[in-house]
């Protein structure tokens, strides 16, 4: 089975752009999370989504939003990008009822 | 909501010593997974082990949810297993909090 993937995995966006980010989960899986990982604030949880809905909220600022389509991939969008929003964003998929999370490659991202 | 702390932060050790790593949380957990982070960024899954002990190879894992802490065994450290290592816990399906880490350097 291919693993979670994710694209890109690099990119570089000046301050006040928007970005989208998007995540492929294994086959069969449908729940899609995303996470941000910074040196400063480590992983921190963003969202999840699970059948097309947003089952669950990190305290991130409504500038970070997402959505899932129906075959379950997923995009994070950020938008009027500010240097703090430079990290390694990490999608994560699993299987329906089963807690055990695979982790995609990430994309960096470096907003300058 | 859920502390995670995780011990040492950084461990240094010679090939082929045994090393253990801890984790902690502060309320109780339906799940917790460890993870190794690559140099690349890719978490890797280790184990899924919200209670009881696990081993896969020369790794093994035990939680005691009851007393709110994991531990992380690895045996006969090679310089692959050079990383970090996180701890991570939930409640909901889908959302974890992870631990700050603990950074493995493993010397030839």
């Known amino acids: 089975k291919a693993g979670v993937t994710q694209t890109p995995r690099y990119l570089i966006k000046t301050r006040g752009q928007q970005v989208t980010l998007s995540c492929s989960p294994i086959s069969g899986h449908r729940s899609v999370s995303w996470y941000q990982q910074t040196p400063g604030q480590g992983l921190q949880f963003l969202f999840e989504?699970?059948?097309?809905?947003?089952?669950n909220k990190g305290n991130f600022p409504g500038r970070f939003s997402g959505r899932q389509f129906s075959n379950s991939r997923s995009e994070m969008n950020v938008s009027t990008l500010e240097l703090g929003d430079s990290a390694l964003y990490l999608c994560?998929?699993?299987?329906?009822?089963?807690?055990?999370?695979?982790f995609g490659p990430g994309t960096r991202l470096l907003v300058l | 909501g859920i502390q995670v702390e995780q011990s040492p932060p950084d461990l240094i050790l010679q090939e082929g010593a045994n090393s253990t790593l801890r984790c902690n949380f502060s309320d109780s957990v339906n799940n917790l997974q460890w993870f190794h982070q690559n140099p690349w960024g890719q978490l890797i899954n280790l184990f899924y082990i919200p209670s009881g002990t696990k081993q896969n190879g020369r790794l093994s894992a035990t939680t005691v949810a009851t007393e709110r802490y994991s531990l992380l065994y690895i045996s006969s450290s090679q310089t692959t297993d050079s990383g970090v290592y996180f701890c991570a816990v939930g409640t909901n399906a889908g959302k974890s909090t992870f631990g700050d880490g603990t950074t493995l350097t493993v010397k030839p």
């Open positions: 989504y699970f059948s097309e809905t947003q089952r």
């Open positions: 994560a998929s699993s299987f329906p009822y089963q807690e055990t999370q695979y």
